[in-house]
């Protein structure tokens, strides 16, 4: 069993940052992948970014690539999104997600076996 809570989530302005943090609790944290979907009003739950259980590798939706940033710190427990330049379309509820599978960074809901309860993220023009 995997609990996750995120926190971090806010308004904002456009062009501003965020750092939405994942807090983690119950399996080795360090076995696993962990992810960020997003869902706004009316859309499906959408892949933002992964990160392998090692911290070494990542993957990122082509609409964050290069403003947002995955990490984590496996002392803590805890995986973080950091959000730069942040647009109006990026305005949804975002989720931390847990894969199980060792080699995880899976870019479908589908690939994740925990989520989180999700954070709003309001960003206006």
């Known amino acids: 069993q995997v609990q996750l809570v995120e926190s971090g989530g806010g308004l904002v302005q456009a062009g501003d940052s965020l750092r939405l943090s994942c807090a983690a609790s119950?399996?080795?944290?360090?076995?696993?992948?962990m992810g960020w979907f997003r869902q706004a009003p009316g859309k499906e739950r959408e892949f933002v970014a992964a990160i392998h259980w090692s911290g070494g590798n990542t993957v990122y939706a082509d609409s964050v690539k290069g403003r947002f940033t995955i990490s984590r710190d496996n002392a803590k427990n805890t995986v973080y999104l950091q959000m730069n330049s942040l647009k109006p379309e990026d305005t949804a509820v975002y989720y931390c997600?847990?894969?199980?599978?060792?080699?995880?960074?899976?870019?479908?809901?589908?690939?994740?076996?925990?989520w989180g309860q999700g954070t709003q993220v309001t960003v206006s023009s």
């Open positions: 997600a847990a894969d199980l599978y060792p080699q995880g960074m899976g870019v479908r809901a589908s690939d994740y076996d925990y």
């Open positions: 119950g399996r080795s944290f360090s076995s696993y992948a």
